[in-house]
Structures are given as structure tokens and as C-alpha cells.
């Protein structure tokens, strides 16, 4: 029982000392206790919850088993501390676990002796009838138990444990129970001797497996989580082989047949073994194994010492030792962890600490040549830390301490470092500084430093990375006023040159709008080739990111205004023609969009020219032109890899190669995964596209685009990643509701049709290959394409040289495939699957392709997986307009896009608009084809306007 005691107020100006006193068991709750002095005192068991213990020091003393629940901690002091279970949990503990151990021990022989029952037939167990029929059944409800026992075991070791639980699991209900439901219909058995009735043979055996599996994998379990909480398997591995003995006595002086007594010795034996190596797995930490080890913690803390939701900021925990710690929603800002022990062994939730890596650079205070790319330090107290060569790249270490810290030769690649304290750290070599964010708030002052480097590559066919100084060294303090001066500065860069009256205007209406910020013009640099850079003088705690946006859109408004005057009257009659053909649909206006994408990578970004022609009867005159850069992210390779990992797991089954074997694993966690994997894309795609270096594209195109009207944008590139990418997610198609996107490549002409004028034909001629079939229903494509108003000529599972005749022979305006295929990694080839015996890739059609193309053909739709590899030879052929699917997909996802892109591209949609549509009606399909929507994509060739319907009827 706690001995509360009364509440206790120190003496004015004064502090309470507990030195070396035995508290054990004392209730402080709700104190104010700051300032106090408990070092060298016995805590054992205190009730500290919700008390005041700023700046208190526990220093050396032993707070095992208290309670420190909501307290607040901030500057506290637990420098050698001794933390986790006292005493008499820790005896009750081991107690239980003993225990617990030794009926393991029991049930490991148990279950191999009901496995052993079955398979030589005991028939105290069982009773089918007949003996015969009795015998059969019996030992095929054995080998199913062994079976299923086998496979967990073999998981086990593979996978780890919770893979094991869950697979294990799954094969258990799909093949051990409808096994045994069989064998006991056929047998009319039951548990008890006597007269089996209708039914319960199926029951008797089913419960006969269950058993000796439930006994088989639950004494696993409990003997590897004894031994976790024991932290050592060798005296639980003791304990159990007690219960084993027990076992094995009992069966000697019972009557026992030798056959079943030694299976079951060996059954144990194995069993036995396979706990105390998942012990060890889970004891070392290894992953797979983590699940035990983490529930074996949960356990312990319970009555461990608990810091939950407590306010730890700027504690220090040097030399504590943490085990069996709850340190859960704790603030830990600029917490000290270094010199720790056993952190690894305390349960942390979702603080910082439940990253390894993390945990580890605070405890050692030793991240020299570490990377840790993207990960959370925010708050983290690295002070005097050793961190040279270490990456930071995309890190978050705002508010961290790296006072005294050795950063030099660290990588700080669009590091966030607001409020971040670097006072006296030593930063010579570093780079990547052109893209850290810091403010105001980040502390620079006395920083050691000679030089460093602004880029973290270097420019291309360069080995410049922007050396500071350019040559020679730092002086004293030069480098806090380098950065101060970047801090206090904004850079507006142009890159079309400079329109002085937009640029006058813009900054007086800027300044004006801003006092506060105490804006003043620096400089005017002229870099050549176009580009002007204006730095302005801003106040330390302006807000640059505003300012800046607020100025680019006072400059192009009035640089945009400026350029009108010229033309205002004519402009204006345009705009009213413009209006009036859109209310009498007698103008045909048709915004085309070229984005080239010229060579680079996600490590060095990639330049883009950015073109818009309006088509107006016929002529497409180039209305606007800019430059912008995508800058480097080689992580957005990575997520896109980890959604398409995520998203070919989810997939039921889908038109991929030859289909696999069907399985009956459960898909929640892969579509759950899919669909966070998806978010984190959408949004790592869009902050790309929002980047500074491309804001000037996206604003071309706000500038120049009508919303209202149908908007073909072409994404011109060979870089096989940057084709993959769902580009459609971009934030842009929200607010341009008739824009769809396309791919092409950057080498293209226009294919050489005979010139002929155009006739009114009585149908359209579409070319429908309907391929191997195996695993896939493509009776929904064939009803889709049937219901058209067309001439639809199918070949079902044709030869090679059957499609080819077809290619040469006749003329085609459409050719569509659905079944089969898939491309090659490299995104260049693929492969179609014309019936289960052959396949082909487009190369081995190129003359017969090439015959169709210039005898009409004018769009092929690919309604099969992974057909980007099939579109980039198609495109080599000069295709007009191409339809793929850039992953694997589903049936449902297949037979919907067709079937709603064909209705209403035949209803006289435009071509583009009729994809998207069809696309997006695709999220109906969500609960069960997640990132449907981002399947479908065009490929066209830019020297040929996309076709209507009527097009193909008037023989264009």
C-alpha cells in the first residue's frame, strides 16, 4: 500500500532534499515538488503523477517501478538512474514465467501425442466404425495436422514469426479445414466411442487437427515469450524440458506403444528447439521476431517505471538504465539520451525513439558516415555529437541541439533546421547548404568553419559544387554572415530577362503591403543568357516564402497587364468572339500543351521547356513559351517503387503474363498499404511539382489557359521513370476539370498516309484480337466493342500469321488487344500473349503494323497489363494515338475503362476528354482495384490531332 503523505511546501527561496532517503512507495501526486533533490534516493514504487518536478535531480537514484505519469520533468536530471521493475514484480515475473515454461513443456509433447494418436491410430481417440475405414481416415487427419504444423515451422524460420502466424494461419483454413471437413463426411465419425451420427464426423475430426496444432503453436509461443521475459532461453529452455520430462515419465509407466512414445519424444524435441530459437531471434531483436520481444516489453512495463505522457523537455537520461521503461507520448524535446542502457528494452510508441536508427545516433552520440535520409530528428539533443560524413538529406532537425556536433563533411540536402541550434559546431566541408531551410530562428553563432559546398553534386559535366569561399577559407565569423545575409535576403530570378516597368511597379505595390518587412532592393545581377537575379533586403522575421509569392504574382500580373496594352482593343474583341463561340459551339478551339522534358535524372533534376499552341480551325500558332526545372528527388523513385510493390499485391488477379495460381491470402493489409502508399506519392509528386524551380511553368499555364476548354497536355520524354509516374494526380487536373495528359516521345514524324480525300464510310473498322485468355474473362471486352455502331472483326486466340494477314489485307481504323502481356523493366519492349502457345512483341509485327498505319490505322487500344514497353514500340511506328495500361490490371478495371471510354468517345466526346472520363469513373471501382484511375494512359503522336468518331466515318 502507498504511505501518501500530506502535501509538502518548501521554505521561501529554498528547495526540498530527499538525499539518500528511502521513499519506497511515497505518493507525491499532483505536487509541486521543483527544484527537488531525490539523488541517491530509494524510489522504488513512487507515485509521481501529474507532480511539478522542473529542474528536480534524481541523480543515481532508483526509480524502479514509479510512477511518473503527466509529470512535469522539464530540465530534470536522472543521470545514472537506475529505471524498470523493482524487485518484487521482477521475482513474480520470473516466478510466472517458470510456471508458464513448464506447462509449455507439457504442451509441446501433448501436441505431437494427439499427432501421433492419429497417425498409427489409437481408437480410445477416434471411432469412424469400421476399423479399416477408421485406420484410413485417422492417418490422413494426421498427416494434415503434421502438415499444417510443418509449414508454420518452415515459415517460421523463413519469415519469422508474425509472418508464420499469418500465413501459417491462412493455410490452415484453406487447407486443414476443408481437408478434415471431407475426411469426416466420408468417414461419419466422431469423438467418443459408439455410433457415429449424421454430421458429427466432420466435427470430431476437424477438432481432432485443431488440437494438435492449437497445442502444438501455443506452447511454442509461450515458451519463446517466457524466455523474452526471462532475457534468457537457457534457464527457460530448463524449466520447459521439466514439463517434458513430466511428459515422458508418465508415458513410460502407463502403457504407451514404443511408435507413439518415440514420435512424440522426437515431436517435443522439435518443438522444443524451435522455441528457444525464436527466443533467441526475439531476444537479439532480429526482424521478423520483433513481435514477441515487443509484447514480452508491453508485459514488463506494466509494472516498470512509467514517464507516460510526461513532459521530459531538456532532461537528462546519461547513463540511466531504461529497461522496462514507458516512455509513450512523452515529450522529449531536446531530451539527453546519450551514455543510456537498454533504451532498446523501454516501449516508446511513436516518438522519435521508435526509429532504431534514431534511437541508436542518441544514445552513442556516433553517426559518422550514417545516413539518415528523410528521418524525424526533430528536438533531438545531439550536442558534441559525432556526425562527420553523416546524411542528412531531407532530414527534419528543426529544434534539434547540435551544439559542439562534428558535422563536417555532413550532407544537408534540403534539410529543415528552423529553430535548430548549431552554436560552436563545426560545419567545414558540408554541403548541400543552397537548399537547407533556416530562419531566423536557427542559431548560428560561433560556428568552425573553413569552407563549404552549396550543391551536393556537382553541376553537370562540372566538377563545380559552388565552393564557399571560392577560394581560401572562412574567417572569423564569416560564415554566420554568409547566411545571415541568406537569411535576411530573397533572390527573384528571371529567367526571360526583366520588364523594368512590371519590375517598378511590382516592387512599390510590394512595399507598400509589406512595411514591416522593411524591404529594400540590394542588387540587380545580370547572370547572361536572359536570366536577371534582384535580391531584396527583407527583415530577419519577414516571411520570405510569402514575400516571394506575393512579388512573382505582382510581377507577371503586371508584366501580363503591360504586354496587353499594346493590343488592348483587339484583345478585347478576341475575348468577346471567344465567349460568343463558346455559347453558339460555333468555334473549335483546342488548347494543346507541350511539356519537354530533356535529359537528366532524379539526382541532378531535369530542365523543361514549356509550350501552349491554340488550335483554331486548323492552326495551332505557339501562344506562349517558358523554361523551369524539376529539381532532384531521387526518394520519389523510391516511393514510386514502394506503391507499385503495394499495388501489385492488392491486385486479385490481373491480365499479367500467364496467370499464376490463384491463392486465398486475404489482400486487407496489402490494400491497406496500397492505399498509404498511394497518398504518400500523390503528395511527394505534387510537392515536387510546387517547387520553385517549376513554379514559372505552372503559372504559364495558369496565365494562358482557359479552364473552359479542352486542354491536351503532352508530356514529351524517353526517361523511362518519369513515364511510369501517375502524372494525373497532379493538383493542376483539379482546377482544369477538360485538361488530360498524355505521353510522347521526344523523336516523331508524321506517318506517310497516302493522300486521298476523305469519303463517307458506312462503318467504323476496328481490328479486335481477343488473346490467351487463361485466368481472365474477356467477354465483357467483346460485348463492349459489339454494342458499338461498327464494323468489329474479332480474332479469338489467332495465330501469328492470322493477325498479320488481317494487318496486310485490309484497312483498320481501330486495332484493339486484350489478354495478356507485359513489358520489360527497361520500358522499351514487351510482350503479347496471342493464345496460350505463342507471343509476340510489336517488333515481331513491324511491316504488317506498318502496312495498317498507313492504310488508316489511327488508334490502338492495349486493354491488357503493362503495356508501356508495347506503346514505345508502337510509338517507333508513328502511330497516330495509342492506349495502355501502365501496371498490371484487374478485370473489373479493364472491362469498366473500355466499356465507358467507348461509349462515350462513339457519342462524340472529344478523344481526350473521353479517357479522362472514362478514367476517373474508374474511383467507382476503389473499395477493390485501388489506384484504378492511374492506369489508363494516352500516347500520341504530336504531328497528328487526335480523331473524333465522325473523323473515322468521314475517312480522315
Known sequence: MLNHAATITPPPGQTLTFIGQNLKGRSFLGQNLTGADFSGAQLQGADFRKTNLTRANFDRANIQSANFTQAQLNGSNFTGASAGLSNIPRAAIATISTLVAIAAGLGECLGPSWIMNLLIFDNKLLRFGSADTTYVYSLTAGLVSLEILIVFLVITVRSGIGVALRLGGIHALTIGLPASTMIGVLAGAKVFPGPAGPGEASVGVGGAIAMAIFL???????????????????????????????IIYWNIITPTPPVMMIGMIIGAIILWGFSLFIARQSIANRPGYQSVRQLAIMIKTLFGTKFYGADLTQASFSGTCLKYTDLRKINATHTLWQNSRQLDWARVGLTILSNPIVRDLLVSGDGQQQSYIGLNLRGANLSHANLREANFSQADLSDAILQNADLQWATLTQTQAIAANFTGANLTGACGLATWNIDHTTHLGNIECRWIYLLETAKPNTDDRERRPSSGEFGPGEFTSLFREVINTIDLIFRNGIDQRAFSQSLQQLQSENNAAQLELQSLENKGNGTVIAKLKVSPTANKSDIHSQFTQFYQDAALKFNQQQDLLNQHIQTLYEKVDRLTQRASIDQFVLLQIHPGDFDRGFPITLQIFRYEDGVAPLSAQTQGHLPPNPLLVQSHQHWQSAYLRSLKAARLDVPSQITNISRDDFFRDCLQTQQNLTQQINQWLASDSFRPIERTLQINLDPDQPIRILLQTDHHPLRR???????????????????????????????TPPSIKQSVKILAILGDSRGIDLKSDRAALESLDADVTFLIEPKRHELSESLWNQAWDILFFAGHSHSQPDGITGQLWLNPKESLSIADLQYALTQAINHGLKLAIFNSCDGLGLANQLADLQIPQIIVMRQPVSDAVAQAFLKNFLQRFAQGQPFYQAVRNAREQLHDLAEQNPSASWLPVIIQNPAILPPTWQDFHRGK
Open 725 to 755: 509516374l501517375p502524372w494525373q494526380t497532379w493538383r493542376f487536373f483539379q482546377d482544369y476539370p477538360q485538361a488530360e495528359l498524355a505521353l510522347s516521345k521526344p523523336d516523331y514524324h508524321a506517318p506517310r498516309i497516302p493522300a
Open 216 to 246: 502444438s503453436i501455443t506452447s511454442i509461443l509461450l515458451l519463446a515469450l517466457m524466455a523474452t521475459l526471462q532475457e534468457s532461453y537457457i534457464w527457460t529452455a530448463i524449466a520447459s524440458a521439466v514439463g517434458i520430462l513430466l
